[in-house]
């Protein structure tokens, strides 16, 4: 598994001069601009995403988890006893969900409001054909 922790920013522009321009980072996802509302950066063997889309109203902290295998994850944790039933109205923290940005993610979130997102990409996953 990997973790890419995703950071609240209240100005996408500034933050991604700060992280571009003074910390030596790149903007890795090639879609991204600086009207997205999320912005995936690396640097060396770093990844971290920021975010102005969540910022207002996320409580908690986001972490990325990529993994190869995003539903048989979701199983295992649904078997030791995972509880989806906080957040039925939300879609990605009922199963895994294939997202317009090429992943397949699911969120699970703590009493406290720290949310980790299990995700793997789209085009990484097997199928029987």
């Not at 969540?54 to 908690?60: A, N, Q, T």
């Not at 994850?73 to 039925?88: C, D, E, I, Q, V």
Request: glycine share 4%; with cysteine.
């Amino acid at each position: 598994m990997q973790i890419i922790p995703l950071l609240k920013v209240s100005d996408m522009r500034a933050a991604i001069r700060h992280y571009t321009e003074v910390l030596d980072f790149l903007m890795t996802w090639p879609d991204d601009t600086p009207d997205s509302p999320v912005v995936d950066l690396g640097h060396e063997q770093m990844e971290l995403q920021i975010t102005t889309h969540e910022s207002d109203r996320l409580f908690g902290s986001v972490i990325y988890v990529y993994t190869t295998d995003v539903d048989a994850l979701f199983a295992k944790y649904k078997s030791r006893g995972l509880n989806t039933s906080a957040k039925p109205n939300s879609p990605v923290h009922q199963g895994p969900v294939d997202q317009t940005w090429g992943r397949r993610e699911f969120y699970v979130t703590d009493v406290d409001g720290n949310t980790l997102r299990f995700c793997q990409n789209i085009n990484m996953i097997k199928t029987d054909d």
